[in-house]
C-alpha cells in the first residue's frame, strides 16, 4: 500500500485515510497554519469548523482545515490574513 501525501507549501505531508488536513498537519508538528488580521499564529483549535482558526487556501479558495479531509496529491498553502 503506497503512503498517501499532501503538499503544505513544498513539504509533502503523509496522512491516512479519512483523516482532515488540520489532523495530518498537527501529525506532522506544525502548530501555525499562518497569520489572523492580528498578527497572531492560526492553528487548529475548536476541530468543529466554529473558531476559523484553521483556515488553509485549498485550490486557491480558503477553507477550514479541521473540516476537509486530506486528498492524495492536494496542494495547500498558509492563508496569511492580507488574503481573506
Ligand atoms: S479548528 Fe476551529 S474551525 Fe477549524
Known amino acids: 500500500m503506497s503512503t ?3 503538499f503544505w507549501d513544498s513539504r509533502e505531508i503523509p496522512f491516512c485515510e479519512g483523516e482532515t488536513i488540520a489532523a495530518a ?3 506532522a508538528g506544525l502548530s ?3 497569520s489572523d488580521a492580528l498578527g497572531r499564529p492560526t492553528r ?3 476541530g468543529i469548523g466554529a ?3 484553521c483556515l488553509v487556501r485549498i485550490d486557491g479558495v480558503a477553507r477550514e ?4 479531509l486530506a486528498r492524495d496529491g492536494l496542494r495547500i498553502e498558509s492563508l ?3 488574503d481573506v
Open 4 to 6: 498517501k501525501r499532501f
Open 25 to 27: 498537519l498537527d501529525a
Open 32 to 34: 501555525s497554519f499562518g
Open 44 to 46: 487548529y483549535f475548536c
Open 51 to 53: 473558531c476559523q482558526g
Open 65 to 68: 482545515a479541521c473540516l476537509t
Open 80 to 82: 496569511e490574513h492580507d
